[in-house]
């Protein structure tokens, strides 16, 4: 069975940085793409970056282009997202994804809370 | 960058009914596109890939089509347990992006 459980997610102020982690069991974790996408509070799904299965191809939307790096550790199965110079606008939960050929995501975390507030 | 509308925002329909929800792309992404299903507080669920495949486990009364720009999920005949907000999504091209949501409510 494929799981895929975030961690990491906490306040933080304006201006700080944080990790977010997502730790991945039941499949071949290095044989497929994983993605962030997040979802603040009441609002829509926003993609925020993917990484392919060898971590060599990263995509970011241009919302935190600049300030978040995603990374992965394929002998840990876990996916990474590095995020500074945090706004208030990324208040968010946020969830990995595992990609599935082109690009659809057909398994979900439960999502981490980051709160952004001063 | 690709832009995702879907209409409606929200929809408000009974069980039983058949309803129908559309999502345009601002240009051409094929069929790479997908639909999920969110219910309050949980993750996004996979239902519909590549316009029109169903996802292994999803109830045949979920069904989608479209090329190009414009895409239709459709429920055929609505179950309790399809009150939620479902998203499209489109994966032709980075930056990926979903459309804004509908919500389903119980008429």
């Known amino acids: 069975e494929v799981q895929l459980a975030e961690s990491g997610g906490g306040l933080v102020q304006p201006g700080g940085s944080l990790r977010v982690s997502c730790t991945a069991s039941?499949?071949?974790?290095?044989?497929?793409?994983m993605a962030w996408v997040r979802q603040a509070p009441g609002k829509g799904l926003e993609w925020v970056s993917s990484i392919s299965g060898g971590g060599i191809s990263t995509f970011y939307a241009d919302s935190v282009k600049g300030r978040c790096t995603v990374s992965r550790d394929n002998s840990k199965n876990t996916l990474y997202l590095e995020m500074s110079n945090l706004r208030v606008e990324d208040t968010a939960v946020y969830y990995c994804a595992k990609g599935v050929a082109r690009g659809q995501f057909d398994h979900w975390g439960q999502g981490t809370l980051v709160t952004v507030s001063s | 960058d690709i832009q995702m509308t879907q209409t409606p925002s929200t929809l408000s329909a009974s069980v039983g009914d058949r309803v129908t929800i559309a999502c345009r792309a601002s240009r051409s992404i094929s069929s790479w596109l997908a639909w999920y299903q969110q219910k309050p507080g949980k993750a996004p669920k996979l239902l519909i890939y590549?316009?029109?495949s169903l996802e292994s486990g999803v109830p045949s009364r979920f069904s989608g089509s479209g090329f190009a720009t414009e895409f239709t999920l459709t429920i055929s005949s609505l179950q309790p347990d399809d009150f939620a907000t479902y998203y499209c999504h489109q994966y032709n091209s980075y930056p990926y992006s979903f459309g804004q949501g509908t919500k389903l409510e119980i008429k």
């Open positions: 590549q316009a029109s």
């Open positions: 039941g499949f071949r974790f290095s044989g497929d793409a």
